[in-house]
């Protein structure tokens, strides 16, 4: 395959990729751990697999940990050697300086979301963390959904409350690797309960941190894609691709439309290939509704999809119809978790959809549901 005349680059492109790879032998490599709450177990992960890397050989340094730590990450900081946070403008920073001299292989900075006071060597964090990959150090971090800047907006909604701190998605997904902590919501809600107390019920702050879950889990999709997208560009591989990749898009009055529109536009983009936009009518929509879906439409003629309203009574069936009809290879569909006792007798759409759609991926994305 790497010798395939399918494959031949032009003298741009072939420079374009020596630039990458040089670009990426030159800087350390970043791991992100990924919560969707506090208290799921990101620094115990985080710091278990330092003390995993300092057995195999690596050389591996803690440059920060949280003021507060459980008895099994206290267990695990004393395994691993520490380079003192330092004080600046009466806060504790990152001290770049003492690493870069120290230069190990590894470095653990807990808590990358954090606001370095005025004057100190850079204004955040996550720019120390920058410093170390390009001095050549390897580094390890952990960060809340809450604190992804572009995320923040669903976040604060969601919750209520406005966080300061933030860092750019960008910069997540220059990650090497991301690691989701993937606790269960019932556990974060105790442990959320048991840290800071609270006004909501249980039930209520379970269903918070299973949306906020599901966010989570999207960003995490959303950086594996860009990094598959760098590994592509940087070996040729989209080019074996014509326009046999066609993504079909369905959207209903509360799909997170925007999202799956935007995701489908880059997959379709990458492949070369083509992306359908299509809405199912239904009788009785109200006002808001009918506003949701105009909205939606709107975003896919923006992009450049083509779109289409189907007629049907069966959604299931419309949907597979136009696939077999325009040689759909992949359908994007929204989909809720939370249904009555009444529903979850009948059969379900996605699951049909699953089911039926022979040689279609199918890919299911969260509702935007309103919070209540």
Same mark, same amino acid.
Request: charge should be negative.
């Given at each position: ?39 799921v177990? &990101?620094? #115990?992960?985080?710091?278990? %697999?330092?003390? /995993?890397? *300092?057995?195999?050989? $690596?050389? =591996? ?45 590894v470095?653990?900075i ?6 370095n006071?005025?004057g ?5 964090r996550?720019?120390?963390?920058e410093e ?16 992804? &800047?572009? #995320?923040?907006?669903?976040? %604060?909604?969601? /919750?209520? *409350?406005?966080?300061? $701190?933030s =860092?750019?998605?960008a ?7 991301i690691?989701?902590?993937?606790a ?26 299973s ?25 040729g ?8 990749e ?7 009055p509360?799909?997170?439309a ?7 536009? /880059?997959q ?16 009785e929509?109200s ?11 709107a975003?896919?003629?923006e ?18 119809a ?6 759909i ?6 989909h ?15 699951e ?21």
């Amino acid at each position: 395959m790497p010798d395939s005349p399918n494959r031949r680059l032009s003298p741009e492109q072939l420079l374009k990729q020596v630039e990458a790879e040089e670009k990426r032998a030159s800087q350390g490599k970043l791991k992100i751990f990924l919560g969707y709450a506090s208290g799921v177990g &990101k620094s #115990y992960r985080m710091f278990d %697999e330092g003390r /995993r890397r *300092k057995q195999r050989g $690596e050389d =591996v340094v803690v440059a920060a940990a949280q003021p507060e730590v459980s008895s099994g990450v206290e267990d695990l900081l004393k395994e691993c050697e520490t380079i003192p946070m330092k004080t600046d403008s009466g806060a504790p920073v990152v001290d770049v300086a003492a690493i870069l001299k120290r230069r190990p292989e590894v470095c653990i900075i807990d808590g990358l979301a954090f606001d370095n006071p005025p004057g100190a060597r850079n204004p955040r964090r996550w720019q120390d963390v920058e410093e170390l990959l390009k001095a050549r150090i390897s580094v390890l971090t952990s960060i809340n959904v809450q604190y992804v &800047k572009e #995320y923040q907006p669903r976040v %604060e909604a969601i /919750r209520g *409350k406005v966080v300061r $701190e933030s =860092v750019p998605e960008a910069f997540i997904k220059r990650a090497d690797e991301i690691e989701i902590v993937d606790a269960p919501a019932e556990y974060a809600v105790t442990r959320s309960l048991q840290r800071d107390g609270s006004d909501l019920g249980a039930e209520v702050l379970e269903k918070q941190l299973s949306e906020l879950r599901e966010i989570a889990l999207l960003l995490a999709a959303e950086v594996v894609d860009y990094q598959l997208e760098g590994y592509m560009k940087r070996h040729g591989i989209e080019e074996h691709y014509g326009t046999h990749e066609r993504v079909l898009v369905g959207v209903t009055p509360r799909s997170n439309a925007s999202l799956m529109i935007r995701r489908g536009r /880059r997959q379709a983009d990458r492949f070369h290939g083509e992306l359908h936009v299509v809405y199912v009518e239904q009788d009785e929509m109200s006002p808001e509704d009918r506003q949701r879906i105009e909205q939606s439409l709107a975003v896919a003629h923006e992009v450049g999809a083509r779109v289409g309203l189907l007629q049907n009574d069966d959604p299931v069936r419309a949907l597979l119809a136009y696939a077999k009809e325009h040689g759909i290879t992949q359908i994007f569909v929204g989909h809720s978790q939370r249904r009555s006792w009444l529903e979850r007798l009948r059969a379900n759409p996605v699951e049909r959809l699953i089911l039926e759609a022979e040689g279609i991926d199918i890919r299911i994305f969260p509702n935007a549901e309103p919070v209540r």
